[in-house]
């Protein structure tokens, strides 16, 4: 009898809310950042960066910064440009797609503030930064492109000349009939709605260090991609794959920022090249503000067709996708990602997806938590809640007459999607018991009828999302340049200790800790007794690391095959030592026993050791228990839930504070229920960001102008609400734990049920829309206004930069 | 970012810090808990000379009674401040508006004195000492003058002290029965800047109002004293009415900033509610 997909009888890990075992290190910083890591003799590096949004260069004279003392070389982009290669795009979404070449370092037109222009290398930090103000580059500017929709009006200014258009692609999906559905439909609602631009903001910032020994190289790099970013460098640079080392030392965060290969990574690998020593470079906040790839950035504009009592004939969704400057590892695919969850849980007929990617003169766009799909469920979960109102019913209700039952799954949707299971009624059934609806709406009722000055509003968001990605004919499908499997590796010791490869790589999401929760598990030995290994390419030589939440729905799966693998040559081992048949064993708790003879049996420890001795092992068995397995997933996992919010918003102010913040995630099976609170923390924090705080915004001539936290705000544990979590557990069929990504749940959901719930609060006044963030002044001005504010992007007051005095007030950043 | 090249003095008295200062000429900086002074370093948006570090000159950092005045010496920490029983006593707007400063890390390093001669008009703390009539004690090497809050904030981060002087201590008169006191902080996130914010302190005399004080946080190049409002509400009843309809004339003559948390309109409608309110609270 082999271990069941459960798992053997005495699973005690899987399930137990164990605090992580990584946490005592990462918190304290006693450890391994990249930043720490200085090899004797290293050099550090500092770039010029671009303080046009769009210039061309016409002189670049780094000799000045030469004389500085201190500094070992200053290049230029042309100074580099025959070795430099240019940054990868991994994802051709179409096949006339326009792809401008993206030089690492800026050789002959800069086209976004903060790009690279040239670099210092000097023996200190001190000494690159104070030579950066040596360089003299003279720029001939050229006019910004800081609007998308202009950005496609005929004339425009061009991004790239040589393109001959601001457009990069246009990606359509249909499915139905969707000029039927319209046609006599009784109700249509047409929406506006502006995904704004955001920033990732992990608590590590970026950095890379680059050591050369002879001909070979390791680069560490705070990023979440080692085994990516090691083919793509190899490919970029021409040094051989084999001849490169990738190392992602502990990672403070990256929510997609660091799945991406960026132009410093390349350039700390080519001067370590050209100088023979250690480089290293580490941004600033504000450096890293304008240069991390952003997020977001999408105007949207939806149809919805419906009938009186609130079905769903269809949906007609056009994007316009803000590509920023150039495209980089996975630009062009992030929205498209949202074309297949714009349906949500509802069933319907007829869908049409249209995405315009387009180039502006901003930092170039990709993956951040969520990735084209919180936008989808944001204009998805936004349309339920106008329905309702436009039908006056309760949004709850619109919600049940449109969305899958439990007992319809497996479900193919209109999107194309085959979701394998989930329970919406229970999800939803559980959060209005936790919520107290009834009772809140009660409240509402009577703040309005006293006209009190601070209303009260409730949002909903019953929210699916994919995840787990992905299966690699899936992504082959898409024209995505790579697979979606993941690997993992068992490693037996003499000892009986256990060493687990993994090819994920985590940079905070716990994963030493679950597993080694599900490795104890499936092989009988105690938690402790289990190491995890990442994030090192000399050490886990396969892996497609970590993002999309898949690390545990596709990476686990490798891990708990490769355990199973273990246990079966152990198997073979045991039946040699025991003098019993294979098929007369069983194995329970780290234990093979002859099954009727218990006192009989040997421990996973005891063949461990007759292994590693090999005196005594059954004819033509190699003398080893390590296996290793490569999982590629058939499906994506679908988890979903449903977040309610109350929020009081202060009419005579703006002020919005939320009083109630109910979330009820179903994630299928859960291996550690302490971190899926972390992930579900977490995210609700980064998605009431996008809600309330949280916008990159550019001036007219294109600078960034949130450079600094006190001007890109983003809250902190004293700005969020107390959460009330639940869970229900309809686990993934998809695959054999059971189990559904967990790391961008709580971002894909939270976001449309604030912004539902201040537009709840607000419809009495006439309001139907509030633009995010939902600043004080925006709700304020909406109010004043009666109508919303139609969801335009640009912020009120101006864009003037600088909220703050020496950071504070209006004159600090000018 | 990281700062450009400066010399570091850290003197142990207060003598040696003056000298220090008269010796450093124009381009020296004071470090006082370097909560303000150290992101403008990192981002090069200053570059001072020399930086005189006033960590080590223990007397600074005193909170003292006088009588009818409440002494706080310059280097005295936001956490010693908002703790000291002497302060939450007879200047509890101080203890109050304090509470509101940035988040626990940057107010047991920052200083009550260091905040106020940074004049930030965005710092909590200028409208507070404007409030309060606040007497500002300096020195330089050629003698020691009191400065009056009305006449310490010169401009934009500018105040009214000769780069040869060092703030050496903050006279506050107590306000004693019968006032109250309420800090109106409006901001986004608890350590963001205030986008307005109204320093109240009201005395109650026989169920009217005997006398208000009211200064703004963010609603100019300094902090502005709300004198229209405090004349409109001296005398009047102590109700939300009366306070609401004198708060009307709270954003009169100032001229407040437009930024990405708010424009100037939008400042001087905060302004109007947020002074009500601060009223309210105040004499309740």
Redesign the interface.
């Known amino acids: 009898m082999t271990a069941t997909a459960e798992g053997p009888a005495a699973a005690k890990e899987v399930g137990a809310p164990r605090k992580r075992s990584e946490d005592a290190r990462l918190v304290t910083g006693r450890t391994r950042w990249t930043d720490n890591i200085t090899p004797a003799g290293t050099l550090h590096v500092a770039f010029l960066r671009s303080p046009h949004a769009h210039a061309r260069i016409t002189r670049v004279d780094t000799s000045p910064a030469r004389e500085h003392p201190g500094v070992v070389t200053v290049l230029s982009g042309s100074d580099i440009a025959d070795e430099q290669g240019a940054l990868p795009c991994a994802w051709v979404v179409t096949e006339d797609m326009k792809h401008p070449d993206h030089p690492p370092m800026a050789v002959a037109e800069v086209r976004y503030v903060g790009e690279p222009v040239a670099c210092v290398v000097a023996r200190d930090?001190?000494a690159a930064?104070?030579a950066l103000e040596e360089i003299d580059v003279d720029y001939e500017p050229l006019p910004a492109v800081t609007d998308m929709e202009d950005a496609l009006a005929e004339g425009a200014d061009l991004v790239h000349t040589g393109l001959g258009t601001n457009k990069s692609y246009t990606w359509v999906f249909e499915n139905g009939d969707l000029d039927a559905a319209l046609r006599d439909a009784p109700v249509v609602l047409e929406r506006r709605y502006v995904q704004q631009r955001l920033i990732p903001s992990a608590m590590e910032p970026r950095a890379v260090l680059c050591v050369p020994e002879g001909e070979e190289f390791t680069l560490y790099s705070s990023t979440q991609i080692p085994h990516i970013l090691r083919l793509m460098l190899a490919t970029v640079t021409g040094i051989p794959e084999h001849r490169l080392r990738v190392v992602a030392p502990d990672v403070g965060g990256g929510f997609g920022s660091k799945l991406q290969v960026y132009g410093e990574e390349v350039i700390a690998l080519l001067l370590a090249r050209r100088l023979g020593r250690p480089v290293k470079w580490t941004e600033?906040r504000?450096?890293g503000n304008m240069t991390v790839h952003h997020g977001r950035d999408q105007i949207q504009r939806l149809t919805l067709a419906a009938e009186r009592d609130g079905r769903i004939r269809g949906l007609k969704v056009d994007l316009l996708a803000d590509m920023g400057a150039y495209l980089m590892l996975v630009t062009p695919g992030i929205p498209l990602l949202g074309a297949f969850m714009f349906n949500g849980i509802y069933k319907m007929d007829a869908y049409s997806f249209t995405c315009s990617g387009v180039f502006t003169t901003k930092t170039p766009t990709d993956a951040y938590r969520g990735a084209g799909r919180p936008e989808a469920t944001y204009a998805i979960e936004r349309l339920m809640d106008e329905l309702a109102a436009e039908l006056d019913l309760d949004p709850i209700e619109v919600r049940r007459r449109n969305w899958i039952g439990h007992e319809e799954f497996p479900y193919e949707t209109v999107a194309g999607l085959t979701y394998d299971s989930g329970d919406y009624e229970s999800a939803t059934e559980k959060a209005l018991g936790l919520f107290d609806y009834d009772a809140l709406r009660a409240e509402q009722a009577a703040r309005r009828e006293r006209r009190d000055p601070v209303q009260l509003g409730i949002g909903v968001s019953t929210f699916t999302e994919m995840c787990g990605i992905a299966p690699s004919r899936v992504l082959g499908s898409l024209s995505y340049g790579a697979g979606g499997w993941e690997h993992a590796a068992v490693r037996v010791l003499p000892s009986g200790k256990v060493e687990v490869v993994t090819g994920t790589s985590p940079h905070g999401q716990g994963h030493e800790t679950a597993w080694a929760q599900i490795t104890a598990d499936r092989l009988g030995v105690p938690f402790e007794d289990v190491k995890v290994l990442h994030g090192d390419t000399a050490v886990s030589p396969k892996g497609m690391d970590t993002y999309g939440s898949r690390s545990l729905a596709v990476g686990g799966i490798a891990l708990s095959s490769a355990c199973d693998k273990v246990v079966d040559k152990a198997r073979r081992v045991a039946a040699h030592l025991l003098e019993a048949a294979e098929t007369d064993l069983d194995f329970d708790g780290g234990r093979f026993s002859v099954r009727g003879v218990p006192e009989e049996g040997r421990t996973i420890q005891e063949i461990a050791s007759a292994a590693f001795t090999a005196h005594d092992l059954p004819d033509g068995l190699e003398p080893s228990l390590d296996s290793d397995a490569t999982f590629d997933p058939e499906n994506f996992s679908f988890p979903h839930g449903t977040h309610l919010c109350a929020a009081e918003v202060d009419t005579?102010?703006g002020?919005v504070r939320i009083h109630r913040y109910v979330a009820v995630d179903d994630v299928g099976k859960v291996v550690n229920p302490l971190i899926v609170e972390g992930q579900v923390h977490g995210g609700l924090a980064q998605g009431i960001a996008q809600a309330?705080?949280e916008e990159a915004?550019y001036d007219a001539e294109g600078n960034l102008?949130?450079t600094?936290m006190?001007?890109y705000?983003?809250?902190?544990a004293?700005?969020l609400p107390h959460f009330i979590t639940g869970r229900t557990e309809t686990p993934a069929t998809s695959n054999p734990l059971g189990v559904k990504g967990v790391g961008e749940a709580g971002t894909i959901a939270s976001t449309p049920a604030v912004v539902n719930a201040i537009v709840d609060a607000l419809r009495p006044y006439g309001v139907h829309d509030v633009a995010m963030p939902c600043?004080?002044?925006r709700v304020?001005?909406a109010l004043r206004s009666g109508s919303g504010t139609g969801g335009s992007g640009a912020?009120?007051?101006?864009?003037?930069?600088?909220?703050?005095?020496?950071?504070?007030?209006?004159?600090?950043?000018r | 970012m990281i700062p450009a090249t400066f010399d570091y003095v850290r003197p142990g008295t207060v003598d040696e810090a003056v000298t220090a200062l008269a010796d450093a000429g124009e381009d020296a900086k004071i470090l006082a808990g370097g909560q303000s002074l150290m992101p403008l370093l990192r981002l090069r948006l200053a570059y001072p000379d020399s930086l005189i570090d006033l960590d080590r000159v223990d007397p600074l950092r005193e909170i003292r009674d006088e009588g009818d005045t409440l002494m706080i010496g310059a280097m005295a920490t936001h956490h010693q401040v908002v703790r000291d029983p002497l302060v939450r006593e007879f200047a509890p707007l101080i203890a109050r508006a304090t509470e509101t400063v940035a988040d626990p890390a940057v107010r047991h390093r920052g200083t009550f004195g260091g905040s106020l001669a940074h004049a930030d008009p965005a710092g909590d703390l200028p409208a507070v000492a404007l409030a309060l009539d606040a007497v500002f004690l300096v020195r330089s090497v050629r003698g020691e003058r009191e400065i009056p809050a009305a006449d310490f904030f010169v401009d934009w981060m500018t105040s009214a002290m000769e780069p040869d002087e060092l703030l050496l201590s903050v006279r506050i008169p107590k306000l004693g029965a019968g006032w109250g006191a309420h800090y109106e902080k409006f901001h986004r996130t608890a350590q963001a800047w205030a986008i307005v914010g109204v320093a109240c302190a009201v005395r109650r005399e026989n169920g009217t109002v005997g006398e208000a004080r009211i200064a703004l946080t963010n609603m100019g190049s300094t902090p502005v004293r709300a004198s229209e409002v405090e004349r409109a509400v001296a005398g009047g009843a102590v109700s939300e009415a009366a306070f609401r309809s004198a708060a009307e004339h709270a954003a009169d003559g100032a001229e407040p900033p437009a930024d990405l948390h708010g424009s100037s309109e939008y400042r001087r409608h905060l302004a109007t509610v947020l002074t009500a309110r601060a009223l309210a609270a105040a004499a309740s």
């Open positions: 930090r001190y930064i104070d600033s504000s450096e005579e102010t002020m309330l705080y915004v102008t949130t600094t006190a001007d705000l983003v809250p902190s004293a700005d600043t004080p002044e304020w001005r912020p009120p007051g101006g864009t003037a930069p600088g909220a703050g005095g020496g950071l504070g007030s209006e004159g600090g950043t």
